[in-house]
């Protein structure tokens, strides 16, 4: 089993920056994926931002351009630095581990609220 806590959420006005760091208990392998999900309106997390095995990068049409997904090995952390936050990015944030070759893994969320 694998632990994820997740800091760094926080209230924040429009045009500001919060990053969210995730710590793992275990130390992440190459091929690990490393994402970011938030809750949504509905029962379905929506996707946020993706490091993949190998080292590539996805996000979601909603915050290309202003969050940044990254990962120090040393630190067994994986971070998402969002700039130019916005009220409609208000929500709860999971960070996520498809550890290869398998198990997967969610963090507790962290709550970001961003006021107009």
């Known amino acids: 089993q694998v632990q994820l806590v997740q800091s760094g959420g926080g209230l924040v006005q429009a045009g500001e920056s919060l990053t969210l760091a995730c710590v793992a208990s275990?130390?992440?392998?190459?091929?690990?994926?490393v994402a970011w999900y938030r809750q949504g309106t509905g029962p379905q997390r929506d996707f946020v931002a993706r490091r993949a095995g190998g080292g590539r990068i996805e996000y979601s049409d909603a915050v290309k351009g202003r969050f940044t997904v990254s990962r120090d090995d040393a630190k067994s952390t994986v971070y998402l630095q969002m700039n130019d936050l916005k009220p409609e990015d208000t929500d709860t944030y999971y960070c996520?581990?498809?550890?290869?070759?398998?198990?997967?893994?969610w963090g507790q969320g962290t709550q970001v609220t961003v006021s107009s």
């Open positions: 275990s130390r992440f392998g190459a091929e690990d994926s």
């Open positions: 996520y581990l498809d550890r290869w070759p398998g198990g997967n893994y």
